[in-house]
């Protein structure tokens, strides 16, 4: 009641007003939110206060509490997660040694210029997606290999990128002086692409890792793909803030693989 | 008979027939370099016969650097094997090779 009559409703609908404002704290705390927002709140003619929009979002990690909701994986998603994003969910379900996060972007699967996405940490990732867009390329889904992922979980991050079927190229995207060791980076992706990439010769593939331990990151990368069947450039921090030659040389490389493969 | 042994979400298999002729053991020195110095030689070979299998795996970080530096400058003994649950049915029903 002081809240609603501090924020100046009218006496006559202060209970009113009071009687929702207590049911929103209510669902707030049953249901491990993070936010509960009720916009427009309306006084109808008739003098009844109702809800004319809202909106509830639950705290993910609160997600496994709450069965009764139906909630399959508990992130934002654009629609009904799709069989890839299960197999993403997989990676991360159970495993917290830092990020694994891997989801479709397009559920288009017809058009050209999809590019296999794996960037390291959120920043980078905004970097690298307008990097393909500046050249006309899109990426088909997000991932995010950050916060110190042992190798393993960054190997079945790479592997569930690269099992997509209409993707033209592969982009590493390490645009941020990252703080953690990439090696564990460079024994993963080494390990993936030399599964994949004999199964897709001539395949594009852009890697930009830099961070703590680069000079011996990059090493294993250029020794451990050197006779590996792929159309590959590395680099390094000199690159990490020139996202538009990473973008260009990622369509350069499509092109000769689009040229070469005939389509 | 190979060695095998598991850390928490991968299994490492060593063919250890292949390790008395292997001049750098490469995977020895990688094991203290990127994880936790599991590896150790044990008559000439890679083991972690000296922990338990709960030490190995609450130890073992998967860094993947031993199977990495056996291509590289071993003998190809190594191989790890990591699942990716659901993975392999997604290949199927997309008909993905």
Same mark, same amino acid.
């Given at each position: ?27 707030? =705390? ?107 390329? =899109?990426?088909?889904n997000f991932a995010d290999t950050s916060g110190n992922p042992v190798a393993s979980k960054i190997y079945r991050v790479a592997k569930v990128v690269l099992s997509q079927p209409n993707i033209e190229g592969y982009l590493l995207a390490g645009f941020l002086i990252a703080n953690q060791e990439q090696w564990h980076h460079a ?11 004999? =199964? ?58 689009? =040229?070469?493969?005939?389509? | ?95 993905i090779k």
């Amino acid at each position: 009641m002081d809240l609603a009559s501090s924020a100046g409703i009218p006496n006559e609908l202060l209970r009113e007003v009071a009687g929702v404002i207590s049911k929103v704290v209510e669902v707030f =705390k049953k249901r491990d939110c993070n936010i509960v927002e009720i916009n427009p709140l309306i006084l109808t003619r008739e003098g009844r206060v109702i809800a004319g929009d809202c909106r509830m979002g639950i705290d993910d990690n609160s997600g496994f509490r709450h069965p009764e909701m139906g909630i399959t994986i508990p992130r934002e998603f654009p629609w009904e997660p799709s069989d890839f994003d299960m197999v993403g969910w997989g990676i991360e379900e159970t495993d917290l040694r830092g990020s694994g996060f891997v989801m479709k972007m397009s559920l288009d699967e017809r058009s050209s210029g999809f590019i296999g996405f794996h960037a390291i940490g959120g920043g980078a990732a905004m970097i690298g997606m307008d990097a393909l867009s500046r050249v006309g390329l =899109k990426p088909a889904n997000f991932a995010d290999t950050s916060g110190n992922p042992v190798a393993s979980k960054i190997y079945r991050v790479a592997k569930v990128v690269l099992s997509q079927p209409n993707i033209e190229g592969y982009l590493l995207a390490g645009f941020l002086i990252a703080n953690q060791e990439q090696w564990h980076h460079a024994h993963a992706v080494v390990k993936a692409l030399r599964e994949e990439l004999p =199964k897709r010769p001539g395949f594009p593939c852009v890697l930009l890792l830099a961070g703590n331990k680069e000079e011996e990151s990059l090493q294993i990368v250029r020794e451990g793909l050197e006779n590996v069947p792929g159309r590959i450039e590395i680099y390094g921090s000199e690159r990490v803030e020139d996202s538009d030659f990473i973008g260009e040389r990622m369509l350069a490389l499509v092109e000769e693989y689009r =040229k070469e493969k005939g389509t | 008979m190979p060695t095998e042994f598991e850390e928490r979400t991968i299994k490492v298999i060593i063919d250890t027939n292949k390790c008395p002729d292997c001049v750098s053991q490469a995977c020895i020195e990688a094991c203290k370099v990127y994880s936790r110095g599991l590896l150790q030689l044990d008559d000439g070979k890679p083991s972690v016969s000296h922990l338990s299998s709960e030490e190995v795996r609450r130890r073992g970080t998967e860094c993947l650097a031993c199977e990495y530096e056996c291509w590289q400058r071993g003998n190809n003994a190594i191989r790890i094997e990591i699942p990716i649950k659901g993975l392999d049915d997604y290949l199927k029903k997309r008909n993905i090779k």
